[in-house]
């Protein structure tokens, strides 16, 4: 649980990082933003995987 924890944390910082470069430089925000998606999903790959009992809602399952 610990490395999942870690893992977490730096997909977070990472993501923290891609949204102040949003708003430093938006002239590419189309990249930055498919960017910070990605990061999202990892993050929720992560929570999903470090817990089975929780599960998306339906509003995630679509995305």
Known sequence: MEVLYHQTNQIIQETSALFQKLENDPS?????????????????????????????RDTERRA
Do not use: M
């Open 28 to 56: 590419n925000h189309e990249a930055v933003e498919s960017s910070i998606q990605s990061k999202i999903n990892a993050i929720n790959a992560y929570k999903y995987a470090g817990n089975p009992k929780i599960q998306p």
